[in-house]
């Protein structure tokens, strides 16, 4: 279950990265409560995970699924480059994941 709560975590975060984008081009209530809601949910999924997963891995996964995903969000719904080059560093932060996934 623990995995559970470090993917919600992670996909939390990406909802909390989205909020910080929003508030940057509109400081309006709906955008501060997503970045607010992403955050705190993300925390407490991840503290959740964390008491059974070790710490180091728990947050090297976190952070890697929010840096994919904010990166991927980042690509299809604000215009940044989809380079080739930024496409094989994600794929390098997945096998890294995937990696602490399978020893752990």
């Avoid at 995970?49 to 947050?59: E, V």
């Avoid at 929010?66 to 940044?80: A, D, H, I, L, R």
């Amino acid at each position: 279950m623990a995995w559970v709560y470090l993917i919600l975590a992670g996909a939390l975060e990406v909802v909390g990265v989205t909020g910080m984008n929003k508030v940057a081009k509109n400081k309006n209530l709906q955008a501060y409560m997503i970045l607010l809601i992403g955050f705190i949910f993300s925390f407490s999924f991840l503290g959740l995970a964390m008491k059974t997963l070790p710490a180091g891995t728990a947050y090297a996964v976190w952070t890697g699924i929010g840096t994919v995903g904010g990166t991927v969000v980042g690509m299809f719904f604000y215009g940044e480059a989809k380079d080739w080059r930024r496409l094989l560093f994600i794929g390098m932060i997945l096998v890294a994941v995937i990696g602490l996934k399978t020893t752990t």
